[in-house]
């Protein structure tokens, strides 16, 4: 209908009740029925009751706007007005919601563009976020190849800077060494001697090091330099011990009655140095063991500790020992003489070896060797006088204080006294040997060779 014009409508209308053939033809009740809407149109029932006259008023009211229709054409018009009114007012949810719809379809077109816009965004942040996580993981690969990079140069520079340092510690050493301050009975000399034994392990170990005979031998002079200091002060406080023991010599020479006061004095003098040179000494003998230099100067301090015994106590042993001969005599108790001199030897080498742990941990020759010196005594003062005594008895207990009072009960049960041991037995085999000859001699003199007189046959009157 939008396409057909309005002349066209009118002339398809008056078909409809065309004489001829009409389009629609209507019936007598519809005709009725129309004569009834033109009255309605035209005119108001008088039949209206009073109640109702404000509506008619506002009908009437109404009426009044609606056209006057003289025409078919004027009703056709009309028709087609009211038709769009009610078309609109029908439409008008459905406007009001196309109407919506279309501001949420431009509402959704530019969130559309905005998204668009937004991804595009997006889009260029997520390439350069890109670019900047490539650059910063390159960067960190980059950063983690450099530390370790850097601290595989450190491992290496430790590892040359730890190198180096036995290389470098010739002059450091050597000024302490050289320092008037240094005491050898002192920790920092002991830290000394560690460092020279240290370096001198490493320039051994490492001999295909570059110069490394050359700093083996600086070592060794640092080395022999340090020994010097210990002997040399070791040395001191042994002469030092030694004057102050040799010194009341004199004044106490012709007291002989109290040896053991007299021995009390002599260790006590000679212990007091102990303490100066226990802390040395143990450090020396813990690297003996290593080191054939210390243990070289170890044997050369126990020979010296052993030769400044021997000043000390040597005379004083000897002189006790020819003081209690002379006081036996006439006539000699060799057998009190023997316990005597046996008791004062054990007496004496008991309190040297518990002098000599004073001084050093371990055993050694030295101190054997100054015992059997000390013990050498008793047998030359002793032996000549055992191989001029003619008594059978006494030579029989000689031979038994010898076996049973020395050798079984004090030698065997006591290490200390080994070297008494030896000089007890040499006594013992000497005073069996006399022993036996006199009685080879009282045999064959007085038994073999024996001539009764006449008085020794006046049997029974001699009774």
Not at 262 to 282: D, E, N, T, W
Not at 330 to 339: A, E, F, G, K, M
Request: proline share 3%.
């Amino acid at each position: 209908m939008d396409n057909m014009s309005l002349k066209e409508i009118q002339s398809k209308l008056l078909l409809w009740e065309a004489a001829e053939n009409p389009l629609a033809p209507l019936t007598s009740e519809q005709r009725e029925s129309i004569l009834d809407l033109e009255s309605l149109l035209l005119g108001v029932s008088s039949d209206l009751d009073e109640g109702t006259t404000e509506k008619i008023d506002n009908e009437e009211s109404d009426k009044s706007n609606i056209p006057t229709v003289d025409t078919t054409y004027d009703f056709l018009e009309w028709y087609e007005s009211l038709c769009d009114n009610n078309l609109k007012t029908d439409d008008a949810p459905y406007e009001a919601y196309h109407k919506q719809l279309d501001d949420r379809r431009n509402e959704c077109v530019a969130l559309t563009n905005q998204i668009g816009a937004t991804m595009s965004d997006l889009d260029k942040l997520t390439e350069q976020y890109n670019f900047v996580s490539n650059k910063t993981n390159a960067l960190h690969t980059m950063s983690e190849q450099l530390l370790a990079d850097q601290n595989k140069l450190s491992s290496i520079g430790d590892d040359i800077k730890q190198k180096l340092h036995y290389f470098t510690q010739v002059e450091h050493l050597s000024q302490r060494l050289n320092s008037p301050t240094m005491s050898v009975n002192s920790e920092t000399f002991f830290n000394v001697l560690a460092k020279i034994d240290e370096c001198l392990e490493y320039m051994r170990a490492n001999s295909n090091y570059k110069e490394s005979h050359t700093y083996l031998v600086k070592y060794r002079h640092l080395q022999n330099r340090a020994i010097s200091l210990i002997r040399s002060y070791v040395t001191h406080v042994l002469n030092h011990a030694t004057e102050q023991m040799l010194a009341p010599k004199d004044e106490d020479q012709n007291d002989q009655d109290n040896m053991d006061t007299a021995y009390a004095v002599y260790f006590g003098k000679f212990q007091a140095a102990a303490p100066k040179l226990k802390m040395v000494i143990s450090e020396i003998e813990s690297r003996a063991e290593k080191n054939a230099d210390y243990a070289s100067l170890l044997s050369d301090i126990q020979r010296e500790y052993a030769a400044r015994r021997w000043r000390v106590a040597g005379a004083a042993t000897g002189g006790a020992l020819v003081g209690g001969a002379a006081a036996g005599a006439p006539p000699p108790d060799h057998c009190s003489q023997l316990r005597a001199a046996c008791s004062l030897l054990a007496h004496a080498c008991r309190d040297e070896c518990a002098l000599y742990y004073h001084f050093f941990t371990n055993p050694s020759p030295a101190l054997d060797e100054y015992l059997q010196s000390l013990c050498t005594g008793l047998y030359e003062s002793l032996r000549s006088q055992i191989i001029h005594i003619n008594h059978l008895e006494t030579l029989a207990e000689l031979c038994v204080i010898l076996r049973v009072e020395v050798i079984e009960e004090q030698v065997n049960n006591d290490p200390r006294l080994s070297a008494l041991g030896q000089c007890a037995r040499a006594l013992l085999q000497d005073a069996q040997e006399r022993l036996v000859y006199r009685a080879h001699v009282h045999l064959r003199a007085d038994v073999l060779l024996y001539r009764p007189a006449h008085g020794d046959l006046a049997y029974p009157s001699k009774l």
